[in-house]
Every structure is written in C-alpha cells, then in structure tokens.
C-alpha cells in the first residue's frame, strides 16, 4: 500500500483547485486551496490496480464548489468514492470522479513517499 503524500488537482465545471492528500496505514487526510478538508480510507486492490478511497470532504461555509460556483451558506460534508488506476498517478490522465455535488475530474501526483 501507497503510503505518502499526493498533490491532488480537480476541475469541476466552474471551477478547479489543488490540494495535498497524505496516505498512511490505509487512512488519508488533507486539505484544498478552496479551504476544504479530507478525511477516510484507502484500500489497495492489487487485481484490479486502484486504490479505492472512501472520504468525506468538509467544507466550510462561504466556500464555492467547483461543481456549482454558489458560495455554500453551512458548513457541508461530501462523502466522496472513487477508484484510481494506480498507473494513472502521475500519469496526467484524469480520474472522473461522481460527487454529490456534480462530476469532478481528478489528477493524483506523487510527491513524497514517507520513510
């Protein structure tokens, strides 16, 4: 299992950011530019290639998704899950990912690996 941090860049359609998302002992946490907050599970699955993440995204109020550019009036929770072919990290090829709020495509990016 991955274990380190990613550089995560998203688009929605209105909007993008980045973020950073540090993975270790199947638990991910992280944050975006947007102000937004990561928490969850990843699993490996070594058949298929991915990592299956099962997170929940906590935004604040008077952030903008960038699945609709309106300005959120509370707090809100997304619970997000997407599968990641492993040999697309890093690859430039996009993850389209199925939120709540709308379809986002997602890049992942290693950038550190922890000792």
């Known amino acids: 299992m991955y ?19 540090a993975l270790r002992d199947g638990s991910v946490v992280g944050a975006d530019t947007g102000g937004g907050t990561y928490s969850g599970s990843c699993t490996e699955n070594q ?22 550019g309106i300005a959120l009036a509370t707090p809100m929770n997304v619970p997000i899950t997407a599968s990641v072919l492993q040999d697309d990290i890093g690859s430039g090829k996009p993850t389209l990912v199925q939120t709540p709020l709308g ?8 950038i550190a690996d922890f000792p």
């Open 3 to 21: 274990a380190g941090f990613l550089r995560i860049s998203f688009t929605g359609a209105t909007g993008s950011g980045l973020g950073i998302l």
């Open 103 to 110: 379809p986002v495509n997602v890049l992942l990016q290693r």
């Open 47 to 68: 058949d298929a290639r991915t990592l299956e993440f099962a997170i929940i995204l906590s935004m604040p109020a008077g952030a903008i998704p960038v699945q609709t």
